[in-house]
């Protein structure tokens, strides 16, 4: 009897005795795990990329590309950026980066007075290096270093070519831009109107549109109605293609129209997939995101000075709707 | 000496140091926990510090550019100088996360700082333009600063998040800690009490037991107490008392034991003096007739048949007078030879009779007829069987300190079990012509006269006879008491 209470009795001191000590182990023995301070010297140059429509495919694709060449050329890069195309948001995020005196700013152009002012002014006052990424902003408007993308022109040209392939010697064309007209949408125009030139029957009727949805709806409503016998739509920004689609569809069967655009927006690669797309452009993101380190720290190095004013062009393929199927 | 007192002290000292361990593991711990707490707080009014001076930058040039007077460019510079110790202050809130942030952060507040300068700058140029342009960059500046100051709290959060919820863990944990810290604690007391209380009780309990035994008669059990404390010492002298308690009875017993041996020799003596008296009709009428006997037949000429008539007498009244004391070795073979005339007259040639006597011993003390029996008792069993006889030798020697009295027969001898019955002092049935005293009762008054057990032997084997040997002490233990007894 004595023998099973003292036993009973060494048992539970044990017990007690360890989870005390357990307890207290966790107590007493947590690590304060504080963020350890920056290890190491700090990067040669902090750069900055700085989108108006950050976390799109397209942009996502860029920031990669531009994080994996900073980290071959260990220099730190931070990416910012706005959503939605808001240009106020984009232009304050430029002016931080510029009084946050980075030492080297990768921007998406954006051919607006405050842009111009920006990079122009503001950032050359404080000696900051700006490459336009994407799309382009023309050096004596921006004082950028170079521009890192697509030859808009060219892409213009492939699609006008895919176009004529595809309808025909003759046929009507609505050309559905942006009415802010920035200097990359010129560009593309151009090259459209370039080879379309050489097809005397092929009509092109230009659209404007503000990028708002109903207003876009509404101007290929109205496109449509003048002219009834529309062969092809160009989406010439990516942005409106979606809406524009949409509006096609409400109407009449999108099938026998040939729609084309870019891939510079999130819905065009699903409209493509869906079919309601024959083609687009396919530009090369993340090679823009890369080159457009390099070429900083390049210059930022001293190594190639200066850029090459015209721009340092990445590849462009015409991306048809049989071949994402 | 581990005294109870040192052992209150050392039971008190363990608690109290148990105690202070505790308290000091909590201090510690709370002064550690404060620490953290105060950085992390410190970390928050840094960042807060910067966006306040920043505004009181801007607020100052403001008032600076609408009274450009020496009162507000003092309060400018100072507000320049807070701004800049805060920037400072910011060098440490660095880390692995917000290394690039802070980076900025701090350029950002330079920049404020050069564009408050340019804009004052301008404004003593009277560029007045230009100082408006410049005070409206540097709010912008001072905004985004504040902005920063957000970003920077969020990333702060985003990165110490683990960090708070462990403190938060942390302090469940405690809690769970106090409490098994408490049940053990109270487990380990209750369990260290009572084995100290049982420490002091014990040895009490046992004390208190081998007293309540001791006053119910029982000595012989020891008391034992194997602390180590007042309550052993206690138990030790309480040992003492009782060993000298048992001594003392001891001796008593021993007295007693003593009283009792003269009791019953007293009562032996009795019995032989009431069977000598049985076997007597009247003694007296018996020697004046022996000896009426004894003159008529010396008269008539028969002088053998006299003398054997004298022995007969003598015997007889020897018999009567001399059972209740002690006589000398000189009277017991006088007697002897007296009986030994008349067992001659009966067996004529087949009885021989050897002595061998030593003079000198014949004064040594014996009790009355015990010599007589034991030649009886070789007569009986070793002559009178016989066709031819037999020879009885009877030898007194001188050995020191004692003196031998052998009597010898060549009898057919005595069996085994015999002589252990006589030397047990069980009663032996005699054959019926003895005189009356057995074997044993002479054994067992031999032994209490002279209080020991070796004062006889008894020798046999098949052929040799029995030799009976008496090995009388020349002093005895009882002889003042016998002394005293005969007085009486």
Same mark, same amino acid.
């Given at each position: 009897m004595r023998k099973t209470v003292s036993l009973v009795l060494g048992v539970v001191c044990v017990v007690l005795l360890s989870f005390t000590l357990i307890s207290a182990d966790k107590v007493f023995r947590t690590s304060w795990e504080l963020p350890s301070p920056p290890v190491g010297k700090p990067p040669q140059y902090r750069l900055v990329l700085i989108t108006q429509e950050q976390? @799109?495919?397209?942009?996502?694709?860029? +920031? +990669?590309?531009?994080? @994996?060449?900073?980290?071959?050329?260990?220099? +730190?890069i931070e990416v910012w950026g706005s959503y939605g195309k808001d240009q106020e948001d984009f232009l304050k995020k430029i002016e931080i980066a510029i009084a946050a005196k980075v030492d080297g700013i990768i921007a998406?152009?954006?051919?607006?007075?405050?842009?111009?002012?920006? @990079?122009k002014i503001q950032a050359a006052s404080y000696g900051i290096p700006i490459i336009t990424v994407g799309s382009d902003v023309p050096m004596v408007d921006s004082l950028r270093r170079t521009y890192v993308g697509s030859d808009q022109?060219?892409?213009?040209?492939?699609?006008?070519?895919?176009?004529? +392939?595809?309808?025909?010697?003759s046929g009507t064309v609505i050309l559905l831009g942006d009415d802010s007209e920035e200097y990359y949408q010129q560009q593309r125009l151009g090259g459209i109107r370039n080879i379309l030139a050489a097809f005397p029957r092929i009509k092109t009727e230009y659209v404007k549109t503000p990028v708002a949805r109903e207003r876009i709806i509404a101007a290929t409503q109205d496109a449509m109605n003048r002219l009834p016998d529309v062969n092809a739509f160009v989406a010439v920004n990516a942005n409106i293609a979606d809406a524009m689609v949409q509006e096609i569809g409400r109407r009449s069967r999108v099938e026998p129209f040939h729609i084309y655009s870019f891939d510079d927006s999130p819905d065009t690669l699903s409209l493509l997939k869906q079919g309601k797309l024959d083609g687009m452009i396919e530009q %090369?993101?993340?090679?823009?995101?890369?080159? %457009?380190?390099d070429l900083m720290v390049r210059w930022l190095n001293g190594e190639t000075v200066p850029l090459n004013k015209d721009g340092y062009l990445t590849d462009i393929r015409m991306l048809k709707a049989e071949d994402v199927r | 000496m581990n005294t109870i007192q040192k052992k209150i002290w050392t039971l008190v000292a363990v608690v109290l140091f148990i105690m202070v361990a505790i308290w000091i593991a909590l201090t510690y711990y709370n002064q550690k926990t404060q620490d953290q707490y105060n950085g992390i707080l410190q970390r928050y009014l840094r960042m807060n510090e910067v966006t306040n001076a920043s505004q009181q930058t801007i607020a100052s040039l403001n008032n600076y550019l609408l009274s450009p007077n020496e009162i507000n460019l003092t309060q400018l510079d =100072?507000?320049? $100088?807070?701004?800049?110790?805060? =920037?400072?202050?910011?060098?440490?809130? $660095?880390?692995?996360? *917000?290394?690039?942030?802070?980076?900025?952060?701090?350029n950002l507040i330079d920049s404020l700082i050069e564009t408050t300068d340019r804009s004052v700058m301008f404004q003593s140029e009277k560029e007045s333009e230009d100082s408006t342009k410049a005070f409206a960059e540097a709010t912008r500046i001072s905004k985004y600063i504040s902005e920063m100051t957000l970003t920077l709290l969020d990333t702060e959060l985003k990165t110490y998040d683990r960090f708070y919820r462990n403190i938060i863990e942390q302090s469940t944990d405690l809690k769970k800690f106090g409490i098994w810290m408490l049940l053990s604690i109270t487990l380990l007391l209750l369990l260290s009490t009572y084995w100290f209380?049982? &420490?002091?009780? =014990?040895?009490v309990l046992k004390l208190t037991q081998a007293a309540r035994e001791l006053s119910r008669g029982r000595f012989d059990l020891q008391v034992? #107490?194997? &602390? *180590?404390?007042?309550?052993?010492?206690?138990?030790?002298?309480?040992?003492r008392m009782r060993v000298n308690i048992n001594n003392l009875i001891l001796e008593i017993q021993q007295k007693a034991q003593l009283e009792h041996e003269l009791q019953q020799s007293k009562l032996l003596l009795q019995e032989s003096q009431l069977r000598s008296l049985q076997s007597q009709i009247n003694p007296h009428f018996l020697f004046n007739t022996l000896d009426t006997l004894s003159k008529k037949a010396y008269l008539e000429g028969a002088e053998e048949t006299s003398d054997l008539l004298a022995n007969v007498a003598g015997l007889l009244r020897y018999n009567l007078k001399r059972l209740d004391r002690s006589v000398t070795l000189y009277e017991e073979v006088k007697v002897l030879r007296q009986y030994m005339e008349i067992q001659r007259t009966r067996f004529t040639d087949r009885l021989r009779f050897e002595t061998e006597i030593d003079e000198t011993c014949l004064g040594a003390k014996i009790p009355g007829l015990t010599l007589q029996p034991i030649i009886e008792n070789a007569v009986i069993h070793a #002559?009178?069987?016989?066709?031819?006889?037999?020879?009885?030798?009877?030898?007194? $020697?001188?050995?020191g300190e004692r003196v031998a009295v052998e009597i010898a027969d060549d009898g057919p001898g005595m069996p085994e079990h015999k002589i252990r019955q006589i030397l047990e002092e069980h009663a032996v049935d005699t054959e019926g012509h003895s005189t009356g005293i057995g074997f044993s009762n002479v054994v067992r008054r031999l032994r209490l006269f002279y209080g020991r057990e070796d004062v006889i032997d008894i020798g046999s084997g098949a052929e040799r006879g029995t030799k009976v040997i008496l090995r009388l002490p020349k002093t005895r233990r009882l002889e003042l008491e016998d002394e005293a007894a005969d007085r009486r």
């Amino acid at each position: 009897m004595r023998k099973t209470v003292s036993l009973v009795l060494g048992v539970v001191c044990v017990v007690l005795l360890s989870f005390t000590l357990i307890s207290a182990d966790k107590v007493f023995r947590t690590s304060w795990e504080l963020p350890s301070p920056p290890v190491g010297k700090p990067p040669q140059y902090r750069l900055v990329l700085i989108t108006q429509e950050q976390d @799109t495919p397209f942009w996502v694709k860029v +920031a +990669a590309g531009a994080r @994996t060449a900073a980290a071959q050329n260990g220099v +730190a890069i931070e990416v910012w950026g706005s959503y939605g195309k808001d240009q106020e948001d984009f232009l304050k995020k430029i002016e931080i980066a510029i009084a946050a005196k980075v030492d080297g700013i990768i921007a998406q152009g954006l051919d607006t007075e405050g842009f111009k002012y920006m @990079t122009k002014i503001q950032a050359a006052s404080y000696g900051i290096p700006i490459i336009t990424v994407g799309s382009d902003v023309p050096m004596v408007d921006s004082l950028r270093r170079t521009y890192v993308g697509s030859d808009q022109f060219l892409a213009g040209q492939m699609i006008a070519r895919e176009l004529a +392939a595809d309808m025909g010697q003759s046929g009507t064309v609505i050309l559905l831009g942006d009415d802010s007209e920035e200097y990359y949408q010129q560009q593309r125009l151009g090259g459209i109107r370039n080879i379309l030139a050489a097809f005397p029957r092929i009509k092109t009727e230009y659209v404007k549109t503000p990028v708002a949805r109903e207003r876009i709806i509404a101007a290929t409503q109205d496109a449509m109605n003048r002219l009834p016998d529309v062969n092809a739509f160009v989406a010439v920004n990516a942005n409106i293609a979606d809406a524009m689609v949409q509006e096609i569809g409400r109407r009449s069967r999108v099938e026998p129209f040939h729609i084309y655009s870019f891939d510079d927006s999130p819905d065009t690669l699903s409209l493509l997939k869906q079919g309601k797309l024959d083609g687009m452009i396919e530009q %090369s993101p993340e090679e823009m995101g890369r080159l %457009s380190v390099d070429l900083m720290v390049r210059w930022l190095n001293g190594e190639t000075v200066p850029l090459n004013k015209d721009g340092y062009l990445t590849d462009i393929r015409m991306l048809k709707a049989e071949d994402v199927r | 000496m581990n005294t109870i007192q040192k052992k209150i002290w050392t039971l008190v000292a363990v608690v109290l140091f148990i105690m202070v361990a505790i308290w000091i593991a909590l201090t510690y711990y709370n002064q550690k926990t404060q620490d953290q707490y105060n950085g992390i707080l410190q970390r928050y009014l840094r960042m807060n510090e910067v966006t306040n001076a920043s505004q009181q930058t801007i607020a100052s040039l403001n008032n600076y550019l609408l009274s450009p007077n020496e009162i507000n460019l003092t309060q400018l510079d =100072r507000s320049k $100088r807070q701004l800049r110790s805060a =920037r400072v202050g910011v060098l440490d809130l $660095r880390n692995g996360e *917000n290394d690039l942030t802070v980076t900025s952060y701090m350029n950002l507040i330079d920049s404020l700082i050069e564009t408050t300068d340019r804009s004052v700058m301008f404004q003593s140029e009277k560029e007045s333009e230009d100082s408006t342009k410049a005070f409206a960059e540097a709010t912008r500046i001072s905004k985004y600063i504040s902005e920063m100051t957000l970003t920077l709290l969020d990333t702060e959060l985003k990165t110490y998040d683990r960090f708070y919820r462990n403190i938060i863990e942390q302090s469940t944990d405690l809690k769970k800690f106090g409490i098994w810290m408490l049940l053990s604690i109270t487990l380990l007391l209750l369990l260290s009490t009572y084995w100290f209380s049982l &420490s002091i009780t =014990r040895p009490v309990l046992k004390l208190t037991q081998a007293a309540r035994e001791l006053s119910r008669g029982r000595f012989d059990l020891q008391v034992e #107490v194997s &602390s *180590n404390d007042e309550i052993a010492f206690l138990a030790k002298m309480f040992e003492r008392m009782r060993v000298n308690i048992n001594n003392l009875i001891l001796e008593i017993q021993q007295k007693a034991q003593l009283e009792h041996e003269l009791q019953q020799s007293k009562l032996l003596l009795q019995e032989s003096q009431l069977r000598s008296l049985q076997s007597q009709i009247n003694p007296h009428f018996l020697f004046n007739t022996l000896d009426t006997l004894s003159k008529k037949a010396y008269l008539e000429g028969a002088e053998e048949t006299s003398d054997l008539l004298a022995n007969v007498a003598g015997l007889l009244r020897y018999n009567l007078k001399r059972l209740d004391r002690s006589v000398t070795l000189y009277e017991e073979v006088k007697v002897l030879r007296q009986y030994m005339e008349i067992q001659r007259t009966r067996f004529t040639d087949r009885l021989r009779f050897e002595t061998e006597i030593d003079e000198t011993c014949l004064g040594a003390k014996i009790p009355g007829l015990t010599l007589q029996p034991i030649i009886e008792n070789a007569v009986i069993h070793a #002559v009178e069987p016989e066709e031819d006889g037999g020879t009885i030798v009877f030898r007194i $020697r001188d050995e020191g300190e004692r003196v031998a009295v052998e009597i010898a027969d060549d009898g057919p001898g005595m069996p085994e079990h015999k002589i252990r019955q006589i030397l047990e002092e069980h009663a032996v049935d005699t054959e019926g012509h003895s005189t009356g005293i057995g074997f044993s009762n002479v054994v067992r008054r031999l032994r209490l006269f002279y209080g020991r057990e070796d004062v006889i032997d008894i020798g046999s084997g098949a052929e040799r006879g029995t030799k009976v040997i008496l090995r009388l002490p020349k002093t005895r233990r009882l002889e003042l008491e016998d002394e005293a007894a005969d007085r009486r």
